[in-house]
């Protein structure tokens, strides 16, 4: 009887009767291709099956998805099939069946506030020498810049943050970070499937926010974005990407370039921006009014963006499928073919991925990963 109610109780949370089984979800998922998961198969199991029974073997398999929700979003019964791969990922880590490198991402984002086993103390070094205010430390300031873990601690990532701070301060922007009291949103650890950890990270993030309040907030990661606009609950502040301020900057002439940067760029939209968030033109504008640029698109771009991997958990993942190849490293060869100079970004997940594959494509010499905010920083 038990098994029957959790059973009926996963139908339902996930709709699973929704599902017509056309099989869409399927054949716009972009690592269908190079993986043996099929997500449609897998809502089926999931409509027949006990949850344990749908999660039964499928640890490294479930592992491919990067939840950038290709599927969801094509899906004509408003099925979430990515959802449903987060709910399975859910019973796994209860069986203790998810990868060590998973549990103990998730072990470190409860213990100290990031995935990486950095130290909470740590979290700030990177700002130590750029006069930024603390808020949490009693500065006040009309916005916050939430960091994110992976800019907080990553080297390659830093330098983003470093070009944000700048390219605000330039601008004039009033802002302040949290210095060490930030810690992790939490989007990653819902996508690997530990919601309570989650919810219990964003219900501490919410009260740091209303003690010390704060209305306004800007993200670097487009995950961050995602999960603070959209995943918390009873959220009272607004929150931008960084990339739809620096836009808004621009277009009322508070921040105006100097240099040129005189390079064929593309742009590669991030899937938690761009598929989950319809912010498509704010990136595009930035890099179509630095003097110099000769912007160009890639084929798969906008809604069809071809996902880079990085998301959804991947960076804790290693997958059988990757000895297939990378789509970050498809997406760096058609950069190759269109004879870019720099594939601009807007996620430190899709630098760090495309950096990569820039690397295992041995195109060093021809391609740059850079961020559309390092970008903006040359030519102030």
Known sequence: METEIAENDFIQRYDLYGCIQCGKCTGGCPVSLKSPLNIRRLVNEATLLDPSEAAQGKADLIGDCTTCETGTLRCPNGVKPSEVVI???GVLIEQGEMP??????LESAFTKGNPFG???NKRAEWAADLDVKNIADGDKADMLYYVCCEASYDPRAQDVAKSIVNVLKTAGVDFGILGNSEVCCGSEMRR???EGLFEELAENNMAQFNDLGIKHIVTTSPHCFNALKNEYADANFEVQHYTQLVSNLIDSDRLKFTKSVDKRVTYHDPCF?????KVFDEPRNILRSIPGIEFVEFDRSHEKSLCCEGGGGRMWVDSESDANGRQSEVRVRDAAE??????AVACPFCMLTLEDAVKAEELEEKIQILDISELVNQAL
């Open 273 to 277: 921006l761009g598929k989950q968030n």
């Open 338 to 343: 269109m004879g870019v100079d720099i594939i």
């Open 87 to 89: 709910g399975i990922r």
């Open 100 to 105: 060590q490198t998973v549990q103990e991402a």
């Open 192 to 194: 690997l499937g530990e």
């Open 118 to 120: 950095r130290a909470k």
